[in-house]
């Protein structure tokens, strides 16, 4: 993984290859190397990350808040599962707020009309101390900006072209993606995170999308070279996706306008 000169942060590259596989085990290694004992996954609908087996063994409470029933309810039992819509801005925060040592998400950031919120809402879940991590496809990576253009059917049509197994796989069908604050670390998105109140203690951008270009061989082996040639020369408008870890501060000093 490449380490850039880091003026904003912890700011890494990689290429796509393993960003995908490796996600439950790089929130795993949180939860161990925190401690966390509150655990909130956000649209972990069908699909929960962390298997129950890894929750018991760690003595983690875990709860998998999503925003349809539908999906919550094609997960396995042992969950517990809340139905919510965290980019609400009336979210309900009784009993919730402050809680939590760690929420995080996998591929539910760009299915959220409003970035901003969801990111206030996650920081008030958030203990003092607390970290968030979210792993999210970014813009302005080209197959999601024509995703994003495309109508909806056409979309669909094209991702079932391109990665076959997708609905089988298990992410159930497409959601509807706005790409909110779905960006790569660029000075603009760590100034968004930081005016919130976090502190961004990690960013990863991977350039590529290995699973895409399967069918398509000389398209796959051009794309491969130029992946790894932007991970030696990256451009943060060009990831294709992140890992973003943030931090909520012990202490937080509110400000009011006066
Ligand atoms: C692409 S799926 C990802 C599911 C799972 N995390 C995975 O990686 O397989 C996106 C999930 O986010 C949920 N979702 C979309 N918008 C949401 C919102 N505003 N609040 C909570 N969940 C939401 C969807 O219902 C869906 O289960």
Known sequence: MKRSAATLGQVHYATSRNAWLGYPGYVQDMIIRSGARHVLELGGGANPAIPLEFLREHGVEYTVLDI???????APAGYHKVCGDIGAAELAFEGIEGRHDLVFSKMLAEHVKNGEQMHRNVFRL???GGKAIHYFPTLYAPPFVANRLMPERVAD?????LEPGREKDGNKGKFPAYYSWCRGPTHRQFARL??????????????GHHAYYRRIPGMRNLHRWFSSWLVEHPFPTLTSACYVVLSKPVETITMIKA
């Open 68 to 74: 349809s029933p539908t999906e919550l309810a094609k």
């Open 126 to 128: 958030l203990a003092p």
């Open 194 to 207: 930081q005016g919130l109140g976090y502190v961004v203690d990690e960013y990863i951008g991977f350039f």
């Open 157 to 161: 049509r094209l991702l079932q072209w």
